[in-house]
């Protein structure tokens, strides 16, 4: 059997990073989790994650975005291998590289799409042919985003955000991503959002229906209006300069900006890609920034690619 895994070819997978359209968040449940209602789109922000067989399991990281991702046991993609490796009877360790053009911390779900792209890679390195349904289960149990990452496109997500249900979604969105300096941790962007709230009881978050019809309608002005993230005010309480970016983005032309996820990465939404060129010029040269993506959306979620050429 060892022979015969170290034998196998490395495989290679490309999945995107998301953004939060809209992200309700609800009362802290008793398993440390808050309920969400939220709509992902999955953005063309890539890593591409390899898995080869190997002597012993590890995982090396590269890009311009690779500091601050942990190498130990605490990666998310090294924990994906494992518990596809107990899945598939223990074949043998595997090696796991990662080049990163995710934002790392930054609210886009990098861990958690590097979570689900190994998940894929290990499926069919060890050709199980385990079921989308089956990924997204075992994907649940490493994070809330990681079930979305594996089918990307535009979704709700229920539960803690890992219950998924297909949203329609008309054409394509054009966004920009105004990035550092600095990250933020999600707990306690979470822990943020409570203090903030008090003790006055939450109400469980209900999806808003108006956002819904401005997906279905495919204007990005219709659509602006209701983009909503009920964590940008804990994100910009912890990082007070994110007011300023998200004001710099509206004021350079943008339909409409919101905190990413629990931040700190802004997302901005713009008419077309010209628009984004021109905010993407102004954000860099406001220096308000440190750093700009543009991107657009929905894409897929973790897919097959060519080994990559070095
Ligand atoms: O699921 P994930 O690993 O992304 O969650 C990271 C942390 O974010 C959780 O440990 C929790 O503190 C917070 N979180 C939450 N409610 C959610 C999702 C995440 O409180 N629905």
């Not at 069919?124 to 490493?142: C, K, P």
């Not at 819904?212 to 909503?228: K, N, Q």
């Amino acid at each position: 059997m060892t022979s015969a895994h170290s034998d196998l070819p490395p495989v290679t997978v490309r999945v995107p990073g998301k953004l939060n359209l809209e992200l309700l968040v609800g009362p802290l449940r008793a398993d440390g989790f808050h309920a969400l209602s939220t709509v992902y789109q999955a953005v063309s922000v890539h890593d591409d994650v390899t898995v080869a067989p190997a002597d012993e399991w590890g995982v090396s990281v590269y890009g311009d975005h690779a500091e601050g991702v942990p190498l130990d046991e605490d990666n998310l993609a090294l924990r994906a291998a494992r518990l596809v490796a107990g899945l598939a009877g223990d074949p043998g360790p595997v090696h796991i590289s990662i080049r990163k053009g995710i934002p790392v911390a930054g609210g886009m779900a990098g861990g958690s799409a590097d979570a689900a792209a190994t998940l894929v890679a290990c499926d069919h390195l060890w050709d199980l042919g385990m079921s989308r349904e089956g990924l997204e289960r075992v994907g649940a149990e490493l994070g809330s985003d990681v079930p979305f990452l594996i089918s990307g496109g535009t979704a709700m997500g229920s539960g803690r955000g890992e219950l998924l249900a297909p949203v329609l979604a008309r054409g394509s969105y054009h966004w920009v991503f105004a990035l550092g300096p600095g990250g933020l941790s999600t707990p306690s962007v979470y822990a943020e959002c409570d203090r903030l709230r008090g003790s006055s009881p939450v109400p469980d978050p209900v999806p808003n229906a108006e956002l819904m019809s401005a997906l279905r309608s495919g204007d990005p002005h219709i659509l602006a209006p209701h983009l909503v993230n009920d964590l940008q005010d804990a994100a910009v309480s912890l990082m007070p300069r994110l007011g300023d970016v998200l004001e710099a983005g509206m004021e350079y032309g943008a339909l409409a900006g919101l905190v990413s996820g629990s931040g700190p990465t802004v997302a901005f939404l713009v008419e077309e890609v010209e628009a984004g060129i021109d905010l993407a010029v102004a954000l860099t040269a406001s220096g308000v920034v440190t750093d700009v993506r543009r991107a657009t959306g929905p894409v897929h979620g973790a897919h097959l690619i060519p080994a990559p050429v070095d």
